[in-house]
């Protein structure tokens, strides 16, 4: 039986995995290949990885891993989870079963993407989410942002501070007077070659010639782990945890943008937070293993 099994290879996973690893704790890690942030070209605000492809920063990540004994990595999907004595059971897509002592859920999410027509071609590239993840690349050149909300005008106006040349793109919806260049008609399609977007075209038959444009995604949780095991999640589907990464159900940690403190207003979608999660959550799962053994107090078990 593992000590712990990590469920999820990107940065939150394989940074829990690291400090599980220092601390000599027999560690598995589970890694379905999948990626948040796989479209995108490279990866920023990271000290010492600015601007690595988010495949590199993986890569790097699990081959550091090698330089301790107790972790195992595997290529591979869990499917299902069940409690048994001591522990946790682990199904595999291909029927193995793993065991350990406690969980760390690392999966992610998935971005839903709005229904407009191109989009998909050009997320990650230039069609883009966070100012402080992509932004500085786009400075000074034209801008769009997608939406008429007021996180969509709060968005737009802090662009402003990137290029002088920012467009809020309501899609149809009617908004008071800003400060800002607008456009009301709804978008009909992105147009876009090799990834890179160059118009936006409207219902009206107008086009405004773009290079980025900002969309604000749904979600949902890659693995439908959390709901089985009955993690305690917010409305907005991300999973509640406390402090330190405890989830509603005692043993269970998660890190990474597929939960988040009650103090958070929504999931930190940022490598450097993800990983930072990950290092968190492991030395709490740890402290809780040795208070198990050793039958003493864990001060970081406080509820969500």
């Excluded at 876009?192 to 009206?204: R, V």
């Excluded at 103090?263 to 290092?279: E, F, H, N, R």
């Amino acid at each position: 039986m593992y000590d712990a099994i990590v469920i999820g290879g990107g940065p939150a996973g394989l940074a829990a995995a690291l400090t599980l690893g220092r601390a000599h704790r027999k560690t598995l890690v589970l890694d379905s290949g999948d990626g948040r942030n796989a479209p995108a070209e490279a990866m920023h605000n990271f000290l010492t990885r600015d601007g690595t492809p988010p495949a590199e920063v993986r890569a790097i990540g699990r081959a550091q891993l090698g330089a301790y004994p107790a972790v195992t990595v595997v290529d591979a999907l869990a499917v299902s989870v069940a409690t048994v004595s001591g522990g946790y059971e682990v199904r595999l897509a291909d029927d193995r079963v793993e065991y350990a002592r406690r969980l760390l859920l690392a999966s992610g999410l998935v971005d839903i993407l709005p229904p407009v027509d191109g989009l998909a071609e050009i997320w990650g590239r230039s069609a883009l989410h966070c100012p402080y993840c992509h932004g500085f690349e786009v400075s000074d050149r034209p801008i769009a942002v997608l939406g008429g909300d007021p996180d969509r005008i709060h968005l737009a106006l802090h662009l402003s501070r990137f290029s002088s040349d920012v467009v809020l793109c309501t899609n149809g919806t009617e908004i008071e007077e800003t400060h800002l260049a607008t456009r009301t008609a709804p978008v009909t399609r992105l147009v876009s070659t090799g990834g890179k977007l160059e118009a936006i075209e409207f219902a009206d038959g107008t086009a405004l010639a773009r290079d980025a444009v900002f969309v604000k995604t749904s979600w949902r949780q890659r693995s439908g782990l959390p709901a089985q095991l009955g993690c305690a999640t917010f409305p907005d589907g991300t999973l509640e945890v406390n402090d330190f990464g405890l989830t509603s159900v005692p043993g269970i940690y998660a890190a990474g943008d597929m939960a988040r403190r009650a103090s958070q207003p929504g999931p930190m979608a940022a490598v450097i937070a993800a990983a930072a999660s990950g290092t968190i959550a492991a030395v709490a799962l740890d402290k809780d293993l040795l208070g198990a053994d050793f039958d003493l107090p864990n001060p970081l078990a406080a509820k969500a």
